[in-house]
């Protein structure tokens, strides 16, 4: 059965741990704070829990007496920043719309109109001046030099951002097997680390349960599935300056 919620992937932990034929030793806030602690862990390293995405801010007279830009949560890392004023900011657009126009009717095509783009992008990258801004991820605010002449009152900045993409919107998150397994064996850990004064805890049927051993298990297999993040998916997303 597809996962396609929190509390479906709550659910989805505790039957895998062994609800409800074994009563799972852990509150409720704890199981919350689990999955808080995994879904906070797959945002950070999983190369497909964020997406590049352009964020557009005209910078105000109050954004330039303080210095900085108050940038969204959802925002973990700025590669770029483009200022232009109005203006250029329209006639920009217009001029790169007039050129693939031109290049799709006049000048042979997508293929044409491909190499093109690729050749004007690669001039800007040589000739770009890229101004001094810094990106603090814990204040969710990019800094920058009030005397830097290219932050002009009324001016565009355009951000290359890196943004989270949140579970609510896109719940197919929830079902993704990494984040499946991380969630339980935080779980159990946390199972473990409750049961972990006692030890041979005895179950119906005559089995029994080690408080000691449940963690110690639940530890290896999370150090082994946080290095499968990186071995599989990719390096976490770095913070950069634009």
């Given at each position: 059965?597809?996962i396609?919620?929190?509390?479906?992937?709550?659910?989805?932990?505790?039957?895998?741990?062994?609800?409800?034929?074994?009563e799972?030793n852990?509150?409720?806030?704890?199981i919350?704070?689990?999955?808080?602690e995994?879904?906070?862990?797959?945002?950070?390293?999983?190369?497909?829990?964020?997406?590049?995405?352009?964020?557009?801010?005209?910078?105000?007279?109050e954004?330039?007496?303080?210095?900085?830009?108050?940038i969204?949560?959802s925002?973990?890392?700025?590669?770029?920043?483009?200022?232009?004023?109005?203006?250029?900011?329209?006639?920009?657009?217009?001029?790169w719309?007039?050129?693939v126009?031109?290049?799709?009717?006049?000048?042979?095509?997508?293929?044409n109109?491909?190499?093109?783009?690729?050749?004007?992008?690669?001039?800007?990258?040589?000739?770009?001046?890229?101004?001094?801004?810094?990106?603090?991820?814990?204040e969710?605010?990019?800094?920058?030099?009030k005397?830097?002449?290219?932050?002009?009152t009324g001016y565009?900045?355009i951000?290359?951002?890196?943004?989270?993409?949140?579970?609510?919107?896109?719940?197919?998150?929830y079902?993704?097997w990494?984040?499946?397994?991380?969630?339980?064996?935080?779980?159990?850990?946390?199972?473990?680390?409750?049961l972990?004064?006692?030890?041979?805890?005895?179950?119906?049927?005559?089995?029994?349960?080690n408080?000691?051993?449940?963690?110690?298990?639940?530890?290896?297999e999370?150090?082994?599935l946080?290095?499968?993040?990186?071995?599989?998916?990719?390096?976490?997303?770095?913070?950069?300056?634009?």
């Amino acid at each position: 059965m597809p996962i396609r919620s929190r509390s479906d992937l709550k659910e989805y932990c505790l039957r895998k741990l062994g609800k409800p034929v074994i009563e799972i030793n852990v509150a409720d806030i704890q199981i919350e704070d689990r999955i808080d602690e995994a879904i906070e862990y797959y945002i950070e390293y999983h190369a497909e829990s964020t997406r590049e995405y352009y964020y557009k801010h005209q910078l105000t007279e109050e954004d330039h007496e303080r210095g900085y830009i108050e940038i969204p949560d959802s925002i973990i890392s700025v590669s770029r920043v483009v200022p232009m004023s109005t203006s250029l900011f329209h006639n920009s657009f217009l001029g790169w719309a007039d050129t693939v126009l031109h290049e799709i009717v006049h000048a042979g095509g997508l293929t044409n109109m491909y190499m093109t783009q690729n050749y004007l992008a690669e001039i800007d990258f040589h000739l770009r001046n890229v101004p001094d801004a810094r990106f603090s991820r814990m204040e969710n605010r990019l800094h920058f030099d009030k005397n830097d002449r290219t932050f002009e009152t009324g001016y565009y900045l355009i951000f290359e951002v890196q943004e989270i993409i949140d579970p609510k919107d896109f719940p197919k998150i929830y079902d993704d097997w990494l984040l499946k397994r991380h969630a339980t064996q935080l779980i159990k850990q946390q199972w473990g680390a409750n049961l972990s004064k006692y030890e041979n805890i005895e179950l119906i049927g005559g089995k029994t349960l080690n408080g000691r051993q449940m963690y110690d298990e639940a530890t290896q297999e999370i150090e082994r599935l946080e290095e499968k993040y990186v071995d599989l998916v990719g390096e976490p997303a770095g913070f950069f300056k634009g």
